[in-house]
Structures are given as C-alpha cells and as structure tokens.
Nanobody
Framework: QVQLVESGGGLVQPGGSLRLSCAASGFGFSSYRMNWYRQAPGKERELVASISSTAAILTYADSVKGRFTISRDNFKNTVYLQMNSLKPEDTAVYFC?????????WGQGTQVTVSS
C-alpha cells in the first residue's frame, strides 16, 4: 500500500533553515508528481510546492517562492523540501502528498515551528 513518511521538522529560529524529507513506498514513485502541503492551526491546508515526475516542472506558493526548494531522488523514492529564511508564519504541520489512481494519499505530517 502507499506509504509516505515525513521527517525533518522541528523548532527553528526566524531566518533559519530546515530540510524536510518524505520517504515513499507502495507505488511507482518515479512516475508521479509529488506535493508538499502545510496546515497551520485554524487554517486550511495549502499547497506549498509541487514537483513533476522528472523534476522538470516545479511550482511554489507565492508565500514561499525564493525561500523554499522542492527536489526529489527517484532512486531513493524520496522527495525533499529545503526551507530557508524561515518566518514565524511558516509554522505549520507539513504533509507529503501524492495522487495515485485518483486517490489523494497523505503522510502523517511533520511539525515545523519557527519561533525565537
């Protein structure tokens, strides 16, 4: 079955960096677009970044452009989110996502807290 396992979250000061990882299994990873979403308390889940199967197409939310970078390793079945210049408003639970056979699959999420 499809499994997505996020890691790399934590507490970081404003201006700091974190790299999130999502290890995927149970589907043909190299053939699928992968997404990172986040959800802050009291807010709707929002798409942060997306990467096509070959990494040729990258898309970002306006709020993270120039600060976050999505990447993937199709040999390791892993997608990454490098987050630089973090701001308090980036505080959220970050989720890895893939749509397989029309069904949206989610990881358990990893908490990112940006605070001094």
């Amino acid at each position: 079955q499809v499994q997505l396992v996020e890691s790399g979250g934590g507490l970081v000061q404003p201006g700091g960096s974190l790299r999130l990882s999502c290890a995927a299994s149970g589907f043909g990873f190299s053939s699928y677009r992968m997404n990172w979403y986040r959800q802050a308390p009291g807010k709707e889940r929002e798409l942060v970044a997306s990467i096509s199967s070959t990494a040729a197409i990258l898309t970002y939310a306006d709020s993270v452009k120039g600060r976050f970078t999505i990447s993937r390793d199709n040999f390791k079945n892993t997608v990454y989110l490098q987050m630089n210049s973090l701001k308090p408003e980036d505080t959220a639970v970050y989720f890895c996502n893939v749509v397989v056979v029309g069904t949206s699959r989610w990881g358990q999420g990893t908490q990112v807290t940006v605070s001094s």
